[in-house]
């Protein structure tokens, strides 16, 4: 074996975090890690989840808030907060989404030219979409399948508009752009869904080969990109039945299932998707408020009064659900961040609401982030 098979050979079990220090090492090491054909087979294995995107939004003003907290994921240790991890971009940006390693974002409001950007923080690599024309009444969604294509991705736009027959009545398009047809490649597509709610928290969900957005009334707008067909999934449990107003989010795990996480005064419950034409779900983690308590006793009290007392939307929930991916659940805990390991049932305290800026409970922006050495064409 050559010397740069057995290094590829020891390259290709090592954490992408790992690989990223050693191509600083010398430029031997930097050419192999950066062949085609070595970055290729990386991006065919699952990478772990190694953090979160965190970006506050103002509660009533216009303008976008710049900074962007990335908040570690690990159960062993705690990490500080990172906040310069975009600073490889010409502009200031809003994160949109992620997808295996890839992140969507759009240039912060105001703007004299706003624009999208799709780019990749472990190689500070990135392209801006030719005529997206982005605003902030939109939502999309970024789809990249590395076991297709280790370039190629697409961006979907979800737009919203009254229908001409009844002002009360609403439907949704979609725009596609694909990185494979070129420059200014945004498509508009025939596809139209029948819909009055309104797109929530972790927008544009790659799971599945689909795109999912959460909506306001216990449903899921599911988007078939190759296809280009809509329809929306029934939530696996109505939030009617609760006294309290409960909190969900929608998150992905390994194997490209769609999960449902759902807190309420019955507990933290997790669906995992079945079938998404049929709305069939699976109850895959349960636990109640309780048991959550007693196995994590020096950091939650009283917790069934606290979820309890949420009746009115206008109220701040106590525990709030903000991004879910491979088992892993960042949530909201009063002014705490945690994170809940739904297969140790454990709990960790991540970081004070305070380090993540005085707008971080009014509706944040929270994206799950995996590593990846995938390429981008500038």
């Not at 074996?1 to 098979?5: A, L, P, S, T, V």
């Not at 609760?242 to 999960?259: D, K, Q, V, Y």
């Given at each position: ?5 057995i290094c590829m050979d020891v390259f290709s079990r090592l ?364």
């Open positions: 074996m050559q010397n740069d098979d954490p992408i975090e790992t690989l990223l220090g050693l191509k600083r090492v010398c430029k031997r090491w930097h050419g192999i890690l950066s062949d085609r054909s070595f970055v290729q087979g990386l991006l065919q294995r699952p990478e772990p989840l190694v953090g979160f995107f965190f970006q506050e939004r103002y509660q009533w003003a216009g303008e976008d808030i710049r900074t962007i907290s990335f908040i570690p994921a690990r159960m062993e240790d705690t990490q500080p907060i990172k906040q310069t991890i975009f600073s490889f971009l010409p502009e200031d940006v809003v994160v949109l989404g992620s997808c295996n390693g890839l992140v969507c974002c759009r240039s912060v409001f105001p703007s004299p030219s706003p624009s999208i950007i799709v780019c990749n923080p472990s190689n500070k690599q990135w392209t801006r979409l030719q005529g997206a024309r982005p605003d902030k009444e939109s939502s999309y969604g970024l789809a990249f399948n590395p076991s297709q294509s280790d370039t190629n991705f697409k961006v979907v736009r979800v737009s919203q508009a009254r229908t001409d027959m009844d002002d009360d009545d609403s439907y949704l398009s979609f725009e596609i752009y694909s990185s494979q047809a070129g420059a200014g490649a945004w498509k508009k597509s025939k596809e139209v869904c029948q819909c009055n709610d309104n797109l929530v928290k972790n927008k544009g969900v790659f799971a599945g080969g689909k795109l999912q957005w959460l909506t306001d009334k216990d449903r899921i707008l599911s988007f078939d990109i190759e296809n280009e067909l809509s329809w929306l999934i029934s939530s696996p449990f109505p939030t009617s039945h609760f006294t309290a107003i409960p909190e969900m989010c929608i998150g992905e795990s390994s194997g490209g299932r769609l999960h449902y996480i759902m807190i309420s005064e019955e507990g933290l419950h997790v669906w995992a998707l079945e079938d998404c034409y049929d709305s069939n779900w699976s109850l895959v983690h349960t636990a109640s408020l309780e048991a959550l308590e007693e196995e994590n006793s020096q950091l939650l009290r009283n917790t069934r009064e606290r979820v309890s007392e949420r009746v009115s939307v206008d109220s701040m929930p106590w525990m709030d659900p903000l991004a879910f991916k491979d088992g892993l659940l960042l949530m909201r805990v009063s002014t705490k961040m945690m994170l809940y390991c739904i297969e140790t049932k454990k709990m960790k305290e991540l970081c004070n609401v305070s380090e993540l800026g005085r707008n971080c409970i009014f509706g944040p922006l929270v994206i799950p982030y995996s590593p990846s050495l995938a390429p981008l064409m500038t």
